[in-house]
């Protein structure tokens, strides 16, 4: 065998370990993100409605904000959670809470949100990513992904766990699947359904499902694709909008 020879097999197999050491769980999010959107998000405000109730957030120097409104009992409710803290207003009149029932609404209005955008957020310092491996889902190549978080940052549910699989080839996040603990805990799986861009940011509704017996949250890809979860609901959000503000 040729010197040359040799040297052209040595490049190839340099090259091959170099490009497996660069497929990091960090680097799958990193093209997760920036395929969704990245920089844009985080100079945005977001509109939208999801299940009779209006939502918005914004974001830029000062921050961000997330709010929902809704009428009840013929009252104009807001909630705004501007840079972690939650205050309720009933037609313009700021409301004194009990802590418990504050956390209560902070947790209902964050959750809402955090799942809309993802996976924008997915590189906060509380979130402590893996890489699972690589599996097929309808014939399509994925990346695993663990995220657990960190309990300092990590919020109240810090003891969640999700799984996100990234497509190989294009890394966009086509399924999900979290386990939670509050109101007796449980577990979900969403496949993403009617992916659209608005204004260059990256939009999904889900199909959501649960397992019909207990199960690893890791091998929730499995039942899906056996046939093994029950469909539970239709998650859409409609009437979305964005608007991109300048840095």
């Not at 197999?13 to 680097?27: A, H």
């Not at 830029?60 to 409104?69: H, K, M, N, Q």
């Not at 979130?127 to 663990?146: A, D």
Request: contains cysteine.
């Amino acid at each position: 065998m040729s010197k040359s020879l040799y040297l052209i097999i040595g490049m190839v197999l340099f090259l091959s370990c170099t490009s497996e050491k660069e497929i990091s769980s960090q680097y799958i999010v990193d093209k997760a993100i920036e395929v969704a959107g990245g920089e844009q998000f985080l100079n945005s405000e977001i509109a939208f409605t999801f299940r009779d109730y209006q939502y918005t957030s914004e974001r830029g120097a000062f921050g961000y904000e997330l709010t929902r409104s809704f009428i009840k009992d013929s009252l104009q409710v807001n909630d705004r959670i501007r840079n972690g803290k939650f205050t309720r207003f009933i037609d313009q009149e700021r409301q004194s809470l009990l802590d418990s029932v504050a956390l209560k609404y902070y947790n209902s209005v964050n959750s809402v949100h955090y799942f809309a955008y993802l996976p924008q957020g997915l590189n906060d310092k509380a979130v402590q990513k893996e890489l699972l491996g690589e599996v097929v889902l309808k014939g399509e190549p994925y990346y695993k992904v663990r995220v657990t978080f960190a309990q300092e940052g990590g919020g109240n549910d810090y003891e969640d766990v999700f799984i996100y699989w990234f497509h190989k080839q294009k890394f966009t996040m086509d399924y999900l699947a979290y386990e939670f603990h509050v109101d007796g805990g449980g577990m979900r799986f969403r496949e993403a359904v009617n992916p659209r861009f608005i204004s260059g940011i990256r939009f999904a509704d889900y199909k959501n499902y649960k397992p019909r017996k207990a199960i690893k949250i890791e091998l929730l890809d499995e039942a899906y694709a056996s046939g093994q979860l029950e469909w539970l609901s239709d998650i859409r959000l409609e009437e979305v909008t964005v608007q991109i503000t300048p840095d």
